[in-house]
C-alpha cells in the first residue's frame, strides 16, 4: 500500500487498522457522550428526545465506524490486487503479445433514419 506523502513508501495494512482503531475509539466517547446525555433527558422527563439521542448516539457513530472499516478492507484489498497485477507484469511483461493482421481504418458509414440495419456495399 503507498503512503500519503511518499508514493513509493508502502502503508502496512497494520497502520490502518491502528489508525481504524483511533477513530472508533473517538467515535466510541462521542457516542458514550450523546448516549449520557440521553440518559440526562430521560432522568428529567424527555422522553422522546431521550429515545432519539439514545438511538441516535448508538447508531450514527457506529454507521460511521463501519463505513470507514469497509472503506479501509476495500483499500487494503486493491492495493494487494495492485502489488499482485504489478508482480505479474513483472513476471510476463517480456512475453510478445500475438496481434492479428492490421485491418485498414475504416471511416464511419453513413446511416439514414429510415434504415433497419447497418449499408452494405453493393456486389458487382
Known amino acids: 500500500m503507498r503512503g500519503l506523502w511518499d508514493h513509493e513508501q508502502p502503508l502496512s495494512p497494520s497502520l490502518l487498522r491502528s489508525a481504524l482503531a ?5 467515535l466510541a466517547a462521542l457516542a458514550l457522550g450523546v448516549v449520557l ?3 440526562m433527558s ?12 439514545i438511538a441516535g448516539g448508538i447508531a450514527f457513530p457506529f454507521a460511521v465506524w463501519l463505513c470507514l472499516k ?15 497485477l504489478d508482480a505479474l507484469e513483472e513476471r510476463f511483461g517480456g512475453f510478445a503479445q500475438h496481434q492479428g493482421p492490421k485491418l485498414p481504418p475504416q471511416g464511419p458509414r453513413a446511416i439514414r433514419a429510415s434504415d433497419d440495419g447497418p449499408s452494405y456495399p453493393a456486389e458487382e
Open 37 to 39: 446525555q440521553g440518559a
Open 70 to 84: 469497509m472503506l479501509a478492507d476495500i483499500l487494503t484489498v486493491l492495493n494487494r490486487s495492485y502489488d499482485r
Open 22 to 26: 483511533l477513530a472508533g475509539g473517538f
Open 42 to 53: 430521560l432522568v428529567q422527563g424527555q422522553y422522546l428526545a431521550a429515545l432519539v439521542q
